[in-house]
């Protein structure tokens, strides 16, 4: 099993980014998926979360209203779109595969500066 993240880059305060996810290797159907990220001098946290089917997310409270996970079945495919983007955002994001493991893919940096 493969987990790609892919989208983080560097953007202006106010701006946006789509972070996306491809799965290879196990379909991602019936499973949930997770973002998480590292920010510079704290621990790994959780970012949002999508149930297998789509109906039901959660996220932190520091994303929440400017953050929207969705996800594509039939792609294998997991997104993070990220508005009103703040210097706080920075750091590496993670996409996780809620499978019979965990997996984790390598991460994708996301600096959010002027």
């Known amino acids: 099993v493969q987990v790609v993240e892919s989208g983080g880059g560097l953007v202006q305060p106010g701006g946006s980014l789509n972070l996306s996810c491809l799965v290879s290797g196990l379909s991602i159907g019936r499973y949930a998926m997770s973002w998480y990220r590292q920010v510079p001098g704290k621990e790994r946290e959780p970012v949002a979360s999508?149930?297998?089917?789509?109906?039901?997310?959660n996220y932190g409270d520091s994303v929440k209203g400017r953050f929207t996970i969705s996800r594509d079945n039939s792609k294998n495919t997991v997104r993070l779109q990220m508005n009103s983007l703040k210097p706080e955002d920075t750091g590496v994001y993670y996409c996780?595969?809620?499978?019979?493991?965990?997996?984790w893919g390598q991460g994708t940096q996301v600096a959010v500066s002027s």
């Open positions: 996780v595969l809620r499978g019979p493991k965990d997996y």
């Open positions: 999508i149930t297998s089917t789509g109906g039901n997310s």
